[in-house]
């Protein structure tokens, strides 16, 4: 019993520690953009998106009570596309208030 313990623990902190590696990442010419830099970083790398759509979605949480949604606010959610070449996927890059939540192929 000890030991397949062991063998979940281990596992999971594999998992854990592979999950950030698989992030995507492109190339804007000499430069690598990753979710792990501003937006502003993104920007001075990359340049102006080829298309940008912006939205406010609101945002909710548990009332207070701890049943049912009550609205707590608004998030602006902004999805930026990089076109590349003809030989290489429009990346897509998500931000929610200001910070990169993700960057990945666009479908």
């Not at 790398?45 to 049912?68: L, M, N, R």
């Not at 949604?69 to 070449?85: A, F, L, P, Q």
């Not at 429009?90 to 910070?99: F, Q």
């Amino acid at each position: 019993m000890l030991h397949s313990t062991g063998i979940v623990l281990s596992l999971s902190a594999f998992l854990f520690v592979a999950a950030p590696a698989a992030a995507e990442t492109f190339r804007c010419g000499q430069w690598i953009a990753s979710p792990d830099m501003s937006v502003e970083e993104l920007l001075e790398k990359c340049g102006e998106p080829t298309h940008k759509t912006v939205e406010e979605i609101d945002v909710y949480g548990p009332g207070v009570s701890g049943s049912g949604r009550v609205k707590r606010g608004t998030s602006i959610v902004e999805t930026w596309t990089y076109d590349r070449s003809s030989q290489a996927a429009a990346m897509v890059v998500t931000i929610e208030d200001g910070k990169i939540k993700s960057m990945g192929r666009a479908e």
